[in-house]
Every structure is written in structure tokens, then in C-alpha cells.
């Protein structure tokens, strides 16, 4: 069974970048379609990207698109979440997830999640 394992967060002024990664850990990444979810305290979790198993489909939230760019680089078995221009209302613990293909952006449909790593960003 794989293991997710995010790294990356932190706390950021608006405006600013980070650059989130996911790693596989037990199994290989190249199995799977990957996503990225995010909850806010309060909110449910909450769709951000994905990533089709061979990098040739992308999808975004309306929330994100624009800033935000999904990657995966299967060779080093880890996914990346490059978020540019970031805002307060970005503030949530961020997930990784992965899911046998198709990708999709229902998070009830993902086999394995990572424990999440908080993104807090000031105004």
C-alpha cells in the first residue's frame, strides 16, 4: 500500500510563492492519478488540482487556476503544487491524494492521502 507524504508548507506574506511536494513512499507514483485537496478550519475539504498518471490532462479549481500548477515527476516519484500569487483566503492544511486512473476532482473517489501540511498566508 503507498504512503503519501506532503512537504512544502508554511506561513507566507500575500503575494508571495510555495512550492508543495508530494512523495510515494512503499509503491510507485506512476500508478496513479494524483490530486491535491485543501480544508480550511471549518470548510470542507475542498478540490484544488489534479493530475492524470502520464502528465497529459490537468484540471484546476476556478479558485486556483492561473496561480497554481500541478506537475509530477514520475521518475522521482513525488508530485509537485507550484502556487504563485498567493492569497489569505489560500489558508488550509493542504492534501495530496492518489487514486487508480482516471484523475477526478471528487475527493470520495481517491484511494490513499497524505496527512497534509498547513499553508498559512498573511495579508
Known amino acids: 500500500q503507498v504512503r503519501l507524504v506532503e512537504s512544502g508548507g508554511g506561513l507566507v506574506q500575500g503575494g508571495a510563492s510555495l512550492r508543495l511536494a508530494c512523495t510515494a513512499i512503499?509503491?510507485?507514483?506512476?500508478?496513479?492519478?494524483m490530486g491535491w485537496f485543501r480544508q480550511a478550519p471549518g470548510n470542507e475539504r475542498e478540490f484544488v488540482a489534479a493530475?492524470?498518471?502520464?502528465?497529459?490532462?490537468?484540471i484546476y479549481a476556478d479558485a486556483v487556476k492561473g496561480r497554481f500548477t500541478i506537475s509530477r515527476d514520475n521518475a522521482k516519484n513525488t508530485m509537485y503544487l507550484q502556487m504563485n500569487s498567493l492569497k489569505p483566503l489560500d489558508t488550509a492544511v493542504y492534501y495530496c491524494?492518489?487514486?487508480?486512473?482516471?484523475?477526478?476532482?471528487?475527493?470520495?473517489?481517491?484511494?490513499?492521502w497524505g496527512q497534509g501540511t498547513q499553508v498559512t498566508v498573511s495579508s
Open positions: 491524494a492518489a487514486k487508480f486512473p482516471p484523475s477526478a476532482t471528487d475527493s470520495a473517489l481517491y484511494n490513499y
Open positions: 512503499g509503491g510507485s507514483l506512476s500508478s496513479y492519478a
Open positions: 493530475i492524470s498518471r502520464y502528465v497529459d490532462r490537468t
